[in-house]
């Protein structure tokens, strides 16, 4: 089993930053690829970025290419979040994902078999 904790979320004003990180543990050796995932309430959750951590393979929602830059570190089993230029449309809860089994597709929620419990992003218009 793998064991996601968030942090970094906080209450920043619109155009700020903000590096959201992922800690791993458990049996770690497993994943594959980490995923970042938001939902604001009474919306669904949506997929944001992803990288495959054996070869730094990364992908990106539309809606933040160019201002999110997802990476690793493997010796930390550590995932991060840059996030700079944030836009109100940015707030929202950000959730981590493990995948320990490739898949056809990075921004599919059913191929993340391990989930942290979120945490909240705010940015001020």
């Known amino acids: 089993q793998v064991q996601l904790v968030e942090s970094g979320g906080g209450l920043v004003q619109a155009g700020d930053s903000l590096r959201l990180s992922c800690a791993a543990s458990?049996?770690?050796?497993?994943?594959?690829?980490m995923g970042w995932f938001r939902q604001v309430p009474g919306k669904e959750r949506e997929p944001v970025a992803a990288i495959t951590l054996s070869t730094g393979r990364t992908n990106y929602a539309d809606s933040v290419k160019g201002r999110f830059t997802i990476s690793r570190d493997n010796a930390k089993n550590t995932v991060y979040l840059q996030m700079n230029s944030l836009k109100p449309e940015d707030t929202a809860v950000y959730y981590c994902?493990?995948?320990?089994?490739?898949?056809?597709?990075?921004?599919?929620?059913?191929?993340?078999?391990?989930w942290g419990q979120g945490t909240q992003v705010t940015v001020s218009s």
């Open positions: 458990g049996r770690t050796f497993r994943t594959y690829a």
């Open positions: 994902a493990a995948q320990d089994w490739g898949g056809s597709s990075w921004s599919e929620e059913r191929l993340y078999r391990y």
